[in-house]
Nanobody, 123 residues
Framework: QVQLVESGGGLVQAGNSLRLSCAASGRTFGNYSVGWFRRAPGKEREFVAAISWRGGMTSYADSVKGRFTISRDNAKSMAYLQMNSLKPEDTAVYYC????????????????WGQGTQVTVSS
C-alpha cells in the first residue's frame, strides 16, 4: 500500500509557475512509477506526465510538453511537477498516482492515488 498526498496548488496568473509536490508513504517509493493527471470541470481525467522508477524516463502530454517537468527524489519519497508558463486551460484538479509497473499514460493502470490539489490559472 502506498499513500500519496499532493500539495502546492493555488491560484496564479497566466504565464506564472507553480510546483506541485507528491509525498509518498508506505511501501518503498522507488519501486513505483509515478504519474500526474488532471481533471478540469466537466472533463475527463487526463494524463499530464509520468516518470519511471528511478527517474530516468519521462513522458508528457503534448499540451504540457516544454512547459511542465516531472521529477522525483526517491530518498525523500517525493515526486514533483514543475509547471511553467501556465495557461488558463491548465486549470484543473491535479492528482499524482503510483503503480508497481512501468510508467503509463492510462489512469486506470495506476493503483494508488492522492486526493488532488486545485490549480487555477487566471487570464
Amino acid at each position: 500500500q502506498v499513500q500519496l498526498v499532493e500539495s502546492g496548488g493555488g491560484l496564479v496568473q497566466a504565464g506564472n509557475s507553480l510546483r506541485l509536490s507528491c509525498a509518498a508513504s508506505g511501501r518503498t517509493f522507488g519501486n513505483y512509477s509515478v504519474g500526474w493527471f488532471r481533471r478540469a470541470p466537466g472533463k475527463e481525467r487526463e494524463f499530464v506526465a509520468a516518470i519511471s522508477w528511478r527517474g530516468g524516463m519521462t513522458s508528457y502530454a503534448d499540451s504540457v510538453k516544454g512547459r511542465f517537468t516531472i521529477s522525483r527524489d526517491n530518498a525523500k519519497s517525493m515526486a514533483y511537477l514543475q509547471m511553467n508558463s501556465l495557461k488558463p486551460e491548465d486549470t484543473a484538479v491535479y492528482y499524482c498516482a503510483a503503480r508497481n509497473l512501468a510508467r503509463s499514460t492510462i489512469p486506470t493502470y495506476y493503483d494508488y492515488w492522492g486526493q488532488g490539489t486545485q490549480v487555477t490559472v487566471s487570464s
